[in-house]
């Protein structure tokens, strides 16, 4: 028997990503030096304060054994205070919060928790891989909300999207999944969307899973990203993730968390009760050190997100490519250019490694309605973004295909 041959194997289509990270390796043995926004991995280093507090807590032997699936009490208790101090949100350390080994691991393993065959998930396209199919390994029937992400009127069009899918779905959907700021999109909402969504999904029955990973990584000081747990009524069907992973720059640390309805937060808990004893007890007590401790590093981490965006959009509007400017997270969502949208995101995204020498994520990726985009990751210094944008205007300029 083949793999091929299993049913959860079967249901996921080939990962578009596989094809452009095996040109860019082979480049890179070729000898080339290849400017990689592909992936969302931050290139900064953790704050020092965090590093110093993991080095003094792993010299330990006493935690060098099993941690707690639920995470450690000092953790949740930082989460809390987090949410407090953020959002004006109070929640229970012990029943609202469940920490997750990485956004992706928690919001997995709630789908097992919470999914029968034949269940239909909401979820918005292009999306995050994880939010469609983590519920699709789980045995869910999936329906797309497909929003334009520039639409003037984005509640109404959402709404009215959201609206159609229950009326229309058999059985009635189980859950809606949220992300904003959104990746791949860079797509943000303000307190009145949620208060929408909140109010239908209420009235309808439907829980709402929302992934806040991106929450610190916004450029209006004025509108920072709110959460849906901010809704009077939101705690009775939503669940939200969260993540230290670009925040702090500790994404190979692995650290998330889940908090809200106590009844999705307790049936998270006990299916990772049956499958990990949670993250590293010294990489949890340096995240509680992160929350805990001085912001600045945030602010830092913020401002550079934001110096690369300016100087990203900048030099390829230079290059003659247009690209909306993204009001949150890390990465530029990019519509292919006219005269090479013929090729698609995929075959323009290995157009752009093989001729301009600079690695992007095609929108295909991200579901059907990502395709005429690109993703870009701010995740290059600014010297490697200027090369990078004089390579494409190079490639724009002299490419066969205009």
């Known amino acids: 028997m083949h793999y091929e041959e299993f049913h959860r194997i079967k249901r996921l289509q080939p990962y578009v990503f596989a094809e452009v990270n095996r040109l860019k390796l082979a480049a890179r043995h070729r000898g080339a030096d290849i400017i990689d926004f592909g992936m969302g991995n931050p290139d900064s280093p953790m704050p020092p304060h965090v590093v110093e507090k993991m080095i003094e807590v792993i010299s330990d032997p006493k935690t060098h054994g099993y941690s707690v699936s639920k995470g450690i009490k000092g953790l949740r208790r930082a989460q809390v205070a987090y949410y407090q101090r953020r959002f004006g949100v109070s929640l229970d350390e012990d029943q609202d919060v469940v920490v997750t080994i990485g956004s992706k691991e928690g919001i997995a393993n709630l789908a097992q928790a919470m999914t029968s065959p034949g269940d239909i998930i909401l979820v918005p396209s292009p999306s995050y891989p994880i939010h ?35 009326q229309f779905s058999v059985p009635k959907p189980l ?18 969307f949620y208060k929408e969504v909140v109010a239908f999904c209420r009235k309808h029955g439907i829980y709402i899973l929302s992934d806040l990973a991106y929450a610190e990584i916004y450029f209006d000081d004025n509108n920072p990203p709110p959460s849906v747990l901010q809704v009077e009524g939101a705690m009775d069907i939503a669940i939200e993730f969260t993540s230290m992973s670009k925040t ?5 640390c692995r650290i998330g968390f889940a908090v809200g309805n106590r009844h999705l937060i307790a049936s998270l808990a006990r299916i990772k009760s049956y499958v990990d004893y949670g993250a590293f007890t010294p990489i949890q007590v340096a995240a509680a ?26 030099g390829l509007k230079q290059a003659g490519w247009d690209v909306p400017v993204p009001e949150a997270s890390m990465f530029a969502w990019a ?3 006219e005269s090479h949208r013929h090729l698609g995101s995929v075959a323009f995204a290995k157009d752009l490694l093989e001729h301009a020498e600079v690695a992007v994520a095609p929108g295909l990726g991200f579901g059907e309605h990502g395709e005429g985009y690109v993703r870009i990751g701010l995740v290059e210094n600014v010297h490697r973004i200027r090369q990078a944008t004089r390579n494409i205007k190079q490639y724009l300029k002299q490419s066969p295909n205009l």
């Open 132 to 166: 469609p199919y983590g519920f699709m390994i789980a045995g869910a029937a999936l329906r797309y909300l497909v929003v334009p992400f520039d639409s003037p009127s984005y509640t109404d069009v959402f709404m009215d999207q959201l609206s159609r899918a229950v």
């Open 175 to 192: 859950l809606l999944v949220l992300s904003y700021p959104c990746n791949p999109t860079a797509q943000v909402v303000d307190l009145d």
């Open 248 to 252: 702090y720059s500790m994404a190979g």
């Open 289 to 314: 050190t992160a929350l805990n401790g001085p912001q600045d590093c945030v602010t830092q981490i913020r401002a550079l997100y934001k110096e690369r965006r300016d100087v990203l959009l900048s």
């Open 335 to 337: 519509p292919i250019p």
